[in-house]
């Protein structure tokens, strides 16, 4: 981190969840925060803990479906530190449930936001960083974006192309002394499960059993973020039932998808969450 003296970090979705942790995280090591989000309330509550966490903050209204909210988000970060080092694209929402049933409406719902948001958030801040002489993105996908299980559809589409998003920025952006790094981890304890839109109720049980399943706290992912940012490495994959899927599906990508076909006919994940 001695990268980034000015120690100046911008995060989407800071007002819940992921990326509130991350902002209390960075407060310890003494941080500046931008924090952003629609949840005007939640970024009010993240700021309290980030102050009382040795960080300071200052909140950006910044709703990642406008471009124009990032142009907005860069000029206050110009005018209040003078840029940025680390920018975070994080905010994000959930959607499980049959292809053929999905409404449009869903579709363009979560791309706007999971996937646009991140597009947006780069192509702001990449001239910004550049210019400063270098900087580093982190953006947050998830395993869903790897694993591709059956019934998730949207969100698993959003995911896979910010991971292909990632992967194309950390070649390109390396001239420019811009760092990459995404975030694809499997269910943790956040909010996300208040976004849920599904096609019927038995995928919104099983996406409720998953989060209160999990062992995995916020916490836990922002410290392997932090770590990653580091290192400079590209992938955050930290639990082991994500880091066996990632290995398996590069390793043996037929034989995964099998298990997939036979897992899904079977209803094994069912059983295993006792649906
Ligand atoms: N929780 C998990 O199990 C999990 C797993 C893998 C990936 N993720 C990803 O982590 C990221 C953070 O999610 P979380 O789990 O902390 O959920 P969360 O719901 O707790 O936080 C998401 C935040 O994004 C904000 N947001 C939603 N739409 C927005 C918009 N248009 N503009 C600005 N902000 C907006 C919400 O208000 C909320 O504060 C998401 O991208 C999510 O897909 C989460």
């Known amino acids: 981190m001695k990268r980034f ?26 941080w500046k925060i931008g924090a952003a989000d629609i949840n005007i309330k939640g970024v009010d509550e993240t700021i309290e803990l980030v102050n009382k966490n040795g960080g300071s903050a200052i909140a950006i209204p910044c709703d990642v479906t406008k471009p124009e909210d990032f142009e907005n988000a860069a000029k206050i970060l110009e005018q209040e530190w003078q840029g940025v080092d680390i920018v975070v694209n994080n905010a994000g929402v959930a959607a499980a449930g049959f292809m053929e049933k999905i409404p449009l409406e869903t579709w363009e719902w979560i791309i706007n936001i999971n996937f646009k948001g991140v597009i947006y958030g780069c192509r702001t801040f990449i001239p910004i960083l550049e210019k ?16 591709s299980l059956p019934e998730m559809s949207c969100y698993n589409a959003t995911k896979a192309a910010v991971i292909s998003l990632s992967e194309t920025l950390v070649g390109e952006l390396y001239p420019k002394n811009i760092g990459v790094t995404v975030v694809a981890p499997t269910f943790f304890k956040t909010n996300l ?11 919104e049980k099983m ?16 410290k392997h973020t932090i770590k990653s940012i580091r290192k400079n490495k590209l992938y955050v994959i930290t ?17 995964y998808y099998k298990c997939i076909k036979w897992g899904y006919k079977y209803k094994i994940m069912d059983k295993y969450l006792g649906m």
């Open 207 to 222: 996406a409720n059993s998953f989060f209160a399943k999990s062992k995995t706290t916020s916490e836990d992912i922002a």
């Open 132 to 147: 400063q002489g270098g900087g580093y993105i982190v953006n947050v996908a998830s395993n869903a974006g790897i694993t």
């Open 239 to 255: 639990q082991m039932d994500g880091k066996f899927s990632w290995f398996s599906k590069r390793m043996t990508p037929e034989f």
């Open 193 to 203: 499960h208040t976004s849920l839109k599904t096609t019927d109720a038995r995928q």
């Open 5 to 30: 003296p000015k120690k100046r970090i911008f995060i989407t979705g800071a007002g819940s969840g992921f990326g509130r942790q991350l902002s209390i995280e960075f407060a310890k090591m003494g």
